[in-house]
């Protein structure tokens, strides 16, 4: 699978003349240049547009404002964008462009520093919460594409008669702003500034990673307005220091259909974007799927007896190897004792196949169960099979949350070094310090909480008897930290949990 690192794309050099280059004394300025190398993985619902978007305007106006055009609407239906990273609906005020002489130049923003040609700020604004976080702009890059976008035209029809007429207003021909503005992208986001004066640090930045095509032919109609009034040359604003502030980069969570997937080749330097999701959390029809949430004061306390383990357990294996399938790393061990364990309620035995982990990418999401409604950062699985007896569960898993201490659990440090290079080679075995499992599990002998369940990923067989410990196993933020980074190389790994399911009555 590719990853961003390979994105990493030859920006061109070029003497910028633009008036807009002096540092300023703020603290969160606008534009960055982002680095997709410290970029945090996230995710956030999808971004919602009013349906307003997709209507068509009574009016459309633009305006030569001296330093871009802008363009406002007049429209029966409200324009709001909410959800994804917002907590209160944006409404929309105007949409704007940034642009150079040549296709070196244009950006504001810039990725790994590389510039785009155009860049277009779509303003929103609220004024229910504190001045920053007043202004919402969501940002798209323009990519040349031998293909015009059609969305401009109206716009680029009259630019060349509005361009020479500073501040006066101009009708053009309305369409629905869907027209332009792609709703469902990943995207970027920070705080921010204004990139114009004064510079306000209000600007909640949402940087679209789904680039827009635009033809050098429309492009020359920006540039030929640069030559009507000097305010629209060059009229990008020069990078500014990111000063410790964090980049998100939020994955669109909802499974891309086939046109969108189409428009996803375009992505600048997200391609890995089209198959990360954030956790598996649609709900499965059947009636005993896993994961569920535990709670504690309402399971039945029932002696069942101890689990058994044959020898193989407490005896050093013959290797262990660390294996990535892309959605997991799973530890295997070859033992020349038996590894089996024996449930009291079950008269078979179920051998030992291997043991996988389930993160999130913060540490309060991770773990697949939830115990009263609580995460853990991590759950371990430990899956074991039958084919003995059809009349029995296929599967037992034993489930093991881990909590965040200061104090991995022994054997932890062992799959530690190899789980990056199972993540960097997918299905290529990495060779693990072999130890003992049951050491690594702790004791043989533990409280857990036992329910027939499914599997949590495809095909979720609801052949499973699940067996979870009380007690977490523990992991240091050091040793997270590395399944953190497992997950930005294969990107598959983000978020590789499926959430509780509903209990059906
Ligand atoms: C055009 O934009 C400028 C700058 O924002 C503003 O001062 C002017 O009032 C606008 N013109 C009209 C007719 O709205
Ligand atoms: C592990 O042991 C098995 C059986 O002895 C062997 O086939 C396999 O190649 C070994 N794997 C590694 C990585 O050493
Ligand atoms: C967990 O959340 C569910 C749904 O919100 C709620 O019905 C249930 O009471 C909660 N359980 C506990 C133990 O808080």
Redesign the pocket.
Known sequence: MLTLRSFVVVSVIVSVNCQNCAKSNGIRQSPVNINTLNLIYDWAPSLKWSFGYALTPESVYINNTGSSFSLTVKHKWPLEISSGVLDVPYKFDQLHFHWGDHNGIGSEHTIDGFTYPLEMHVVHSQNTKNDADQIVVVAYFFKVSSIPNLGLQSLLDKMLEAGPKKHEIFEIKPFALSQLLPEKFSYLTYKGSLTTPPYTESVTWIISTLELPISESQLDVFRETSKMDQGLKNNFRCGQDLNFRDVRLILEPVQYSHSSAHMLLQLFLFVAVVTALGPDCIQNPGAFQSPI?I????ALIKKIGKLEWSTGYNRLPENATLISNGHTVSLEMVSRYPMEIKFPLFPVKYKFIQLHFHWGNKFDVGSEH?M??KSYPMEMHVVHTQTENLLYPKYIVLGYFLSLTRKGTTGLEEIIPAVVPAATTINAPIPVKRFKLLKFLGSHVFPYYTYQGSLTTTPYDESVRWIVAKNPLSITRKQLDVFYKAAQIEIDMLNNYRCTQDPKV
């Open positions: 949430d709670d504690t004061k309402t939830t009263n409604n």
